[in-house]
């Protein structure tokens, strides 16, 4: 059984900052590519930046020089450090884990950036 835990969303004004986490527990491996996922009402869910287990990073063309993602892998956590944010940049956040055929999602925290 593996749970992901997500904390530090809220509301902000555009061009401000939040920092996402994302805590693991049960048994997830340094093997797992951990990542945070978005979805606003009425689209489809989509990547935001995601972190292998060496470190590489993936990010999504809309936040690339605006979002950090970094892991602890000893601490199994993830987190997400939001800059210069936008209204359009509204969603859900959820934190996922994958490696091979398993793959784990965090519930969810609404992050909302309006004035």
């Known amino acids: 059984q593996v749970q992901l835990v997500e904390s530090g969303g809220g509301v902000v004004q555009p061009g401000g900052s939040l920092r996402l986490s994302c805590a693991a527990f049960?048994?997830?491996?340094?093997?797992?590519?951990m990542g945070w996922y978005r979805q606003a009402p009425g689209k489809q869910r989509e990547l935001v930046a995601d972190i292998s287990s060496g470190g590489g990073t993936n990010y999504a063309d809309s936040v690339k020089g605006r979002f950090t993602i970094s892991r602890d892998s000893a601490k199994n956590t993830v987190s997400l450090q939001m800059n210069s944010l936008e209204p359009e940049d509204t969603s859900v956040y959820y934190c996922?884990?994958?490696?091979?055929?398993?793959?784990?999602w965090g519930q969810g925290t609404q992050v909302t950036v309006a004035s």
């Open positions: 996922k884990a994958h490696w091979s055929r398993s793959a784990y």
């Open positions: 049960g048994y997830i491996t340094s093997n797992y590519v």
